[in-house]
């Protein structure tokens, strides 16, 4: 019986504004790499499929190309619409037919350690996670170690902080529990309404990862986090690129070929300096960065715990603090990013139009792909910047900015 690796890289990310405005959700980077890519080379590289599949929709050209170039030989199943987890489970499924199925989310972010348990997990069977927001995901209703139900996105108090990680695995017989689904509320087909039918007939397995190993990168700030856990556990330090003598490099680094550092600069790791990117002179590159192939951190810029996305552009007396700069953003001479608040509270952020505490004490901005900026420009914490927007020199970016907007404070 064959085993199936599935990758569901369909959904559009609505919530992960503005970066999915030019890119799809699953090539949003850990360390330079695309997760969907990730997902394939960790689960690949310590487990046995004899067929490797990945579910797309949104921008599925796109997918298939950045697949491609990371070198996975792998099937394309075109989910036709976004309609929902379990939808996208039974396209897989029925495309592939017979065999055991191990399913992956791609806009999750887990330690290389937990893909070596997947082979061990029997069907049905899932991975949980604990979390401080369980009102956000599939709670697991778990009794003398059985699943009992799943309640998806609970709006009342929650049965518990045990929640669905993203990882399942189903062989092909029980698919007509996923022939079975009705649209949620949401109207989609969820796969957790057809795990908690399950549950009443078999015994489902339940393998709990630690919290704290496991990102859902839902939301813009969420990007940041993983990256963070994935410095702290995976960077292998290396100085591959050209540093130059008078630089100084101090902790964890990794610096790809082709990279430049010039003179003068100091690099406080855990820090990733990808492929072709050109850092300095004269720069200050603190803990937590990660600076993406081609970009360019040019003099007395300091950045501190961001993302600068492909070839984004910080040249000169730019401050980049817990922020993401999108891909072929260019930031104007003295723009900074605030990332505390005056008030010393929590940064909240506009996702989908409601008001979301992030939790997060520092907190930047979140730039959209080719955003510019002129020269002095400011922008407070929790700010979006949609992508192809322009700032006006001088102005104080007090609010999001939507995509390809002209933000001219002067003309207020």
Same mark, same amino acid.
């Given at each position: 019986?064959?085993?199936?690796?599935?990758?569901?890289?369909?959904?559009?990310?609505?919530?992960?504004?503005?970066?999915?405005?030019?890119?799809?959700?699953?090539?949003?980077?850990?360390?330079?790499?695309?997760?969907?890519?990730?997902?394939?080379?960790?689960?690949?590289?310590?487990?046995?499929?004899?067929?490797?599949?990945?579910?797309?929709?949104?921008?599925?050209?796109?997918?298939?190309?950045?697949?491609?170039?990371?070198?996975?030989?792998?099937?394309?199943?075109?989910?036709?619409?976004?309609?929902?987890?379990?939808?996208?489970?039974?396209?897989?499924?029925?495309?592939?037919?017979?065999?055991?199925?191990?399913?992956?989310?791609?806009?999750?972010?887990?330690?290389?350690?937990?893909?070596?348990?997947?082979?061990?997990?029997?069907?049905?069977?899932?991975?949980?996670?604990?979390?401080?927001?369980?009102?956000?995901?599939?709670?697991?209703?778990?009794?003398?170690?059985?699943?009992?139900?799943?309640?998806?996105?609970?709006?009342?108090?929650?049965?518990?902080?045990?929640?669905?990680?993203?990882?399942?695995?189903?062989?092909?017989?029980?698919?007509?529990?996923?022939?079975?689904?009705?649209?949620?509320?949401?109207?989609?087909?969820?796969?957790?309404?057809?795990?908690?039918?399950?549950?009443?007939?078999?015994?489902?397995?339940?393998?709990?990862?630690?919290?704290?190993?496991?990102?859902?990168?839902?939301?813009?700030?969420?990007?940041?986090?993983?990256?963070?856990?994935?410095?702290?556990?995976?960077?292998?330090?290396?100085?591959?690129?050209?540093?130059?003598?008078?630089?100084?490099?101090?902790?964890?680094?990794?610096?790809?070929? !082709? $990279?430049?550092? #010039?003179? @003068?600069?100091?690099?406080?790791?855990? =820090?990733? +300096?990808?492929? %072709?990117?050109? *850092? /300095?002179?004269?720069?200050?590159?603190?803990?937590?960065?990660?600076?993406?192939?081609?970009?360019?951190?040019?003099?007395?810029?300091?950045?501190?715990?961001?993302?600068?996305?492909?070839?984004?552009?910080?040249?000169?007396?730019?401050?980049?603090?817990?922020?993401?700069?999108?891909?072929?953003?260019?930031?104007?001479?003295?723009?900074?990013?605030?990332?505390?608040?005056?008030?010393?509270?929590?940064?909240?952020?506009?996702?989908?139009?409601?008001?979301?505490?992030?939790?997060?004490?520092?907190? !930047? $901005?979140?730039? #959209?792909? @080719?955003?510019?900026?002129?020269?002095? =420009?400011? +922008?407070?914490? %929790?700010?979006? *910047? /949609?992508?192809?927007?322009?700032?006006?020199?001088?102005?104080?970016?007090?609010?999001?900015?939507?995509?390809?907007?002209?933000?001219?404070?002067?003309?207020?």
């Amino acid at each position: 019986m064959d085993k199936f690796l599935v990758v569901l890289a369909a959904g559009r990310g609505e919530r992960l504004v503005p970066f999915t405005e030019t890119r799809p959700k699953p090539l949003l980077p850990i360390l330079g790499e695309p997760m969907v890519c990730r997902h394939l080379r960790l689960a690949l590289s310590s487990g046995s499929y004899d067929r490797v599949v990945v579910v797309t929709s949104y921008m599925g050209d796109v997918i298939s190309k950045a697949v491609a170039s990371c070198g996975f030989n792998v099937e394309l199943v075109d989910q036709g619409g976004e309609l929902g987890t379990g939808h996208a489970i039974l396209k897989a499924m029925e495309y592939g037919g017979p065999g055991v199925y191990t399913i992956i989310y791609s806009d999750i972010y887990i330690p290389p350690e937990v893909y070596s348990i997947l082979g061990d997990l029997r069907s049905p069977g899932v991975l949980a996670t604990t979390t401080s927001r369980p009102w956000d995901y599939g709670v697991l209703v778990v009794e003398g170690g059985r699943l009992k139900s799943v309640v998806e996105k609970p709006s009342s108090t929650p049965p518990g902080n045990t929640v669905f990680a993203g990882i399942l695995k189903l062989s092909y017989d029980l698919i007509g529990y996923l022939h079975a689904l009705k649209p949620s509320p949401r109207g989609e087909l969820e796969v957790t309404d057809a795990i908690s039918g399950m549950a009443l007939e078999h015994d489902v397995e339940v393998k709990v990862i630690p919290e704290g190993s496991w990102v859902d990168v839902g939301r813009p700030w969420d990007l940041l986090v993983a990256n963070r856990i994935a410095l702290e556990r995976e960077l292998k330090p290396s100085i591959k690129g050209d540093v130059h003598s008078t630089s100084v490099i101090d902790g964890g680094v990794y610096v790809e070929e !082709g $990279a430049r550092v #010039g003179a @003068y600069t100091v690099i406080e790791g855990p =820090v990733y +300096i990808g492929r %072709g990117a050109v *850092i /300095g002179p004269h720069v200050h590159i603190r803990p937590y960065t990660v600076v993406l192939e081609g970009a360019h951190v040019g003099a007395f810029t300091q950045v501190k715990a961001s993302i600068i996305l492909e070839h984004a552009k910080a040249p000169h007396l730019n401050y980049v603090g817990d922020s993401v700069v999108g891909e072929h953003a260019n930031l104007g001479a003295g723009t900074i990013t605030a990332n505390y608040r005056f008030d010393e509270a929590t940064v909240k952020v506009t996702v989908k139009g409601l008001r979301v505490d992030s939790g997060l004490r520092k907190l !930047g $901005a979140m730039i #959209g792909g @080719y955003v510019r900026t002129g020269i002095n =420009v400011s +922008i407070l914490p %929790g700010v979006k *910047i /949609g992508s192809r927007a322009w700032i006006w020199p001088g102005c104080v970016v007090d609010r999001d900015v939507g995509p390809g907007e002209r933000f001219n404070c002067w003309a207020r």
